[in-house]
């Protein structure tokens, strides 16, 4: 009895809250609660793929290379193993808040629907990165109910996993034309080179590929 005497009194100060904010106490609970349900009812899909296998010599130059079951070139690697080059073109390119914002840019979402709705067409890209990693992992229509689910899957991704895992997997999974995937790849297969040893020409034409893969 005194248990539930003193649980009971834990939250009489809620009732002492002018009413306004009591009922906006309650709303975010219900609705922290609902994120935590929708998180369980709804988990984001593996973050890694099947890779490739490469066969390297002793100077890490690959000797031979097998696709995965799908048919895809996609060489692993680690941030390690990137040039740094590179990271910054593509964060200066793609998104360059990408260590500071949860998920979402609100600032540039804001900007695209503005100019959406002035011109009649996308004139510049809302899309964090991690919203890109959303999509590779788990595509999405491009229509207003499949980006809002992107958006919502990239605020779960950053909930669960940190800056640095979400920017690998971009690393090993953005496309770069027909079955190459994974600036690895990418950098062996048009450059003849580790993506580790990328100059800041090449790596600036690599943050770019993946815009338009098709185009390669």
């Known amino acids: 009895m005194k248990l539930g005497r003193t649980g009971h009194a834990g939250w009489r100060w809620l009732g002492r809250l002018p009413r306004w904010l009591r009922f906006s ?4 609970v219900a609705l922290l609660l609902s994120l935590l349900a929708l998180d369980r009812l709804f988990p984001p899909p593996p973050l890694d793929p099947a890779y490739a296998r ?3 010599d002793m100077k890490g130059r690959p000797l031979r290379a097998f696709a995965d079951t799908s048919g895809v070139w996609r060489y692993p690697v680690t941030l390690e193993q990137v040039s740094p080059r590179y990271i910054e073109a593509l964060l200066g390119y793609e998104d360059r808040y990408f260590w500071h914002h949860p998920g979402v840019n609100p600032v540039a979402m804001v900007r695209g629907i503005g100019q959406w709705l002035r011109y009649g067409r996308a004139v510049s890209g809302g899309s964090t990165l ?3 990693v959303a999509r590779l992992i788990e595509p999405y229509h491009r229509s207003v109910p499949g ?3 992107q958006m919502a899957r ?3 991704l950053e909930w669960h996993y940190d800056k640095r895992t979400l ?3 971009y690393l090993n999974r953005a496309p770069f034309g027909g079955n190459l995937e994974g600036v690895q790849a990418a950098s062996f297969a048009y450059l003849g080179k580790s993506a580790a040893k990328l100059t800041h020409a090449e790596a600036a034409l ?4 993946p815009q338009a893969p098709s185009r390669n």
């Open 25 to 28: 106490v309650l709303g975010v």
């Open 54 to 56: 490469v066969v390297l």
């Open 130 to 132: 991690t919203m890109q």
């Open 147 to 149: 980006k809002l689910r």
């Open 154 to 156: 990239a605020l779960q």
């Open 167 to 169: 920017l690998t997997v």
């Open 206 to 209: 690599l943050a770019v590929l």
